[in-house]
């Protein structure tokens, strides 16, 4: 994806990503995508790339409540939702808000909790609130997740199930910086880490402001019809036994969207789909064992599919 924010909102909030994380706009675009589209981010990569900081830098970006979780084999879902205790003196009980009420929620090695603990976040990404010993409790807007996690092959990590990763609404993998940025990157920290002294350039109101614009996105509808033989393809593919899901399809409508309007356009075009479509779809998709064992990966084929299927004109 080639980043293109030229809308001044949108540009103004890569400029303040990339004061932290060198030599990455197309990775950085994709998570701010990810924002104004009102999905949820996952960052899959080795340790130590970044992941947590770009996501620390993003919730510093916005001038909106904040809070991180770090997952571990011990965390309870009451730990990320809350709990219900008794005040004795009252003999009431009370409600104590876990760290999801807040607008964003960083879930730091979100693959390191048990399964149960991560499909506590369920029903908090997909309907923006919980329910806990029976009453239903909205959560703030905006609200989104943005969770880091390492490669499923690492010790001590559970594979996310199809239903958290279908909650997603994209992948991305910052991978290692160039030479030159990190040489930069050593001389910039060698005093203080300049997430230390990064300040929001946009309000709670002011990104709610922005996902409204971006909804209203003009997307013709052959280019819909072109979205959805993409979703088509991936469900029909001898490689796949997985395919997309309509949650997908509703995805990849949201991120070209946000890309048009990054790039001051009210209206989508194929490009815009073709750009984003690899981290909307590849996390989405199973593979079959036989071409999981020829050494093939989602990234891959759904990149074939993006060649395979004719743009409209």
Same mark, same amino acid.
């Given at each position: 994806?080639?980043?293109?924010?030229?809308? !001044?909102?949108?540009?103004?909030?890569?400029?303040?990503?990339?004061?932290?994380?060198?030599?990455?706009?197309?990775?950085?675009? =994709?998570?701010?995508?990810?924002?104004?589209?009102?999905?949820?981010? =996952?960052?899959? &990569?080795?340790?130590?790339?970044?992941?947590?900081? @770009?996501?620390?830098?993003?919730?510093?970006? @916005?001038?909106?409540?904040?809070?991180?979780?770090?997952?571990? !084999?011990?965390?309870?879902?009451?730990?990320?939702?809350?709990?219900?205790?008794? +005040?004795?003196?009252?003999?009431?009980?009370?409600?104590?808000?876990?760290? $999801?009420?807040?607008?964003? %929620?960083?879930?730091?090695?979100? #693959? +390191?909790?048990?399964?149960?603990?991560?499909?506590? @976040? %369920?029903?908090?990404?997909?309907?923006?609130?919980?329910?806990?010993?029976?009453?239903?409790?909205?959560? !703030?807007?905006?609200?989104?997740?943005?969770?880091?996690? #390492?490669?499923?092959?690492?010790?001590?990590?559970?594979?996310?199930?199809?239903?958290?990763?279908?909650?997603?609404?994209?992948?991305?993998? %910052?991978?290692?910086?160039?030479?030159?940025?990190?040489?930069?990157? =050593?001389?910039?920290?060698?005093? $203080?880490?300049? =997430?230390?002294?990064?300040? !929001?350039?946009?309000?709670?109101?002011?990104?709610?402001?922005?996902?409204?614009?971006?909804?209203?996105? +003009?997307?013709?509808?052959?280019?819909?019809?072109?979205?959805?033989?993409?979703?088509?393809?991936?469900?029909?593919?001898? &490689?796949?036994? %997985?395919?997309?899901?309509?949650?997908?399809?509703?995805?990849?409508?949201?991120?070209?969207?946000? $890309?048009?309007? @990054?790039?001051?356009?009210?209206?989508?075009?194929?490009?815009?789909?073709?750009?984003?479509?690899?981290?909307?779809?590849?996390?989405?998709?199973?593979?079959?064992?036989?071409?999981?064992?020829?050494?093939?990966?989602?990234?891959?084929?759904?990149?074939?599919?993006?060649?395979?299927?004719? $743009?409209?004109?």
């Amino acid at each position: 994806m080639r980043p293109s924010a030229r809308r !001044p909102e949108g540009a103004s909030l890569l400029a303040n990503l990339e004061r932290v994380i060198l030599g990455k706009p197309t990775e950085l675009t =994709l998570v701010l995508v990810g924002v104004l589209a009102e999905g949820h981010v =996952l960052m899959e &990569d080795v340790p130590g790339v970044g992941k947590t900081t @770009l996501a620390r830098a993003v919730a510093r970006s @916005l001038a909106v409540d904040f809070r991180r979780v770090q997952f571990t !084999p011990d965390l309870m879902p009451s730990d990320i939702l809350g709990t219900t205790v008794l +005040r004795p003196a009252e003999g009431t009980f009370e409600f104590q808000p876990g760290p $999801v009420f807040a607008h964003v %929620l960083l879930a730091d090695e979100v #693959n +390191r909790a048990s399964p149960r603990t991560q499909s506590a @976040l %369920l029903e908090a990404m997909s309907e923006r609130q919980v329910t806990i010993d029976g009453v239903t409790r909205p959560l !703030p807007r905006p609200f989104f997740v943005i969770a880091t996690q #390492n490669p499923a092959d690492y010790q001590g990590t559970y594979p996310l199930p199809e239903a958290q990763l279908d909650r997603f609404l994209l992948r991305v993998r %910052l991978g290692y910086p160039a030479i030159e940025q990190e040489l930069e990157m =050593l001389y910039e920290q060698r005093e $203080v880490h300049p =997430l230390e002294s990064l300040g !929001p350039v946009a309000t709670g109101e002011e990104l709610r402001a922005m996902q409204a614009a971006v909804r209203a996105v +003009r997307v013709d509808r052959a280019v819909a019809r072109y979205q959805l033989e993409l979703i088509r393809r991936t469900r029909t593919h001898d &490689d796949l036994a %997985l395919g997309v899901s309509p949650r997908g399809a509703l995805g990849l409508f949201r991120a070209s969207q946000a $890309v048009a309007w @990054l790039a001051a356009r009210d209206y989508v075009t194929p490009a815009d789909v073709q750009a984003v479509a690899t981290a909307v779809l590849a996390h989405r998709v199973e593979l079959r064992p036989p071409a999981r064992y020829a050494g093939r990966s989602d990234v891959q084929i759904v990149e074939a599919i993006v060649g395979e299927v004719p $743009v409209p004109t």
